[in-house]
């Protein structure tokens, strides 16, 4: 069942993430701003005017050991 949102508000949507993942996506982007990242890939994978792909954040250098 879907929840329903004030006037003001989207529908709150049930994504199933691991606790792993929802957690460094939260490190790499800041923990309140994970949703207006997946709503930027749907816009881009659904081809919305001046949509564009959200950039990935730079990868670090392996560690020589």
Known sequence: M?????DTHTT???VRVPDADWEELGTLVGERHRSQLIR???????????????KRPA???ASES
Not at 2 to 6: D, G, I, L, N, P
């Open 59 to 61: 990868v670090e250098p």
């Open 40 to 54: 930027e890939f749907i816009a881009w994978y659904l081809r919305r005017p001046k949509a564009t792909l959200p």
């Open 2 to 6: 879907v929840s329903r949102a004030k």
């Open 12 to 14: 709150n949507r049930v």
